[in-house]
């Protein structure tokens, strides 16, 4: 079955700083992969989508995610951090098969900013 | 513009008392879902429709229901509020017609059961 690891609960990072958060799926053939951005008390917006072509994908607010078919990764990258991007932060998956177009959520990483 | 919309975005409410959920989108999308989400938490599905009078359960069991009687409106009901009903509800939609599998999500309703 198709699942979704973020490895990381919480993470903290200086502002101006640079930012990973790491994402890890299970699925044997290539997926689509989203990166979704909840403020607190809000809904879900969606930051950017893999789903095939050039493996390093940009999104919105200067995000940008590498695919890596080698390492099940689908890393969350930015290169200077700033206060408003303190949020939690989803990996999804697609759902293939029974429950298909669904998708799959991590966990989710928490991240806080510093000053 | 079109959007997702969830009404209201707070609710406290006592035991026992029956509530409904509402959750509408204008982008003509057929596929609607239920999120359910403890604060800081995963989300979990709850309910899925593919269309008009089509529902389905989802990951996590709930005695909410659902119906979807018009494309666009896809309430969630409560017959009788209990304290392990408090959590946040997400509603989102996406277009199963074309490929990107992208979700639209409302803004939530975070629900209080004393």
């Known amino acids: 079955a198709q699942s979704v690891t973020q490895p990381d609960i919480h993470i903290t990072v200086s502002e101006g700083a640079s930012l990973e958060l790491r994402c890890n799926y299970s699925?044997?053939?290539?997926?689509?992969l989203f990166w979704y951005v909840q403020s607190p008390g809000q809904g879900l917006q969606l930051l950017l989508k893999?789903?095939?072509?050039?493996?390093l994908v940009q999104g919105i607010k200067g995000f940008e995610a590498e695919f890596k078919r080698s390492q099940s990764s689908f890393n969350l990258r930015k290169p200077s951090v700033h206060w408003s991007d303190a949020a939690e932060y989803f990996c999804?998956?697609?759902?293939?098969?029974?429950?298909?177009?669904?998708?799959?959520f991590g966990k989710g990483t928490k991240l806080s900013v510093k000053p | 513009e079109a959007d997702i919309y969830q009404t209201p975005r707070y609710l406290v409410i006592g035991t026992g008392k029956k509530i409904t959920l509402e959750c509408s989108q204008t982008m003509g999308h057929d596929k609607m879902y239920w999120y359910q989400q403890d604060p800081g938490m995963e989300l979990h599905l709850i309910h899925y429709?593919?269309?008009?009078?089509?529902?389905e359960k989802g990951d996590l069991s709930s005695e909410s229901t659902v119906s979807r009687i018009r494309t666009e409106h896809f309430p969630l009901t409560l017959e009788s509020a209990r304290p392990s009903h408090t959590s946040q509800y997400l509603c989102?939609?996406?277009?199963?017609?074309?490929?990107?599998?992208?979700?639209?999500f409302g803004p939530g309703t975070r629900l209080t059961v004393t």
């Open positions: 429709s593919y269309g008009v009078n089509s529902t």
């Open positions: 699925y044997g053939a290539t997926p689509y």
């Open positions: 999804a998956v697609v759902i293939y098969g029974g429950s298909q177009g669904n998708l799959i």
């Open positions: 893999y789903f095939s072509g050039d493996t």
């Open positions: 989102a939609s996406s277009d199963s017609q074309g490929s990107s599998y992208e979700q639209y």
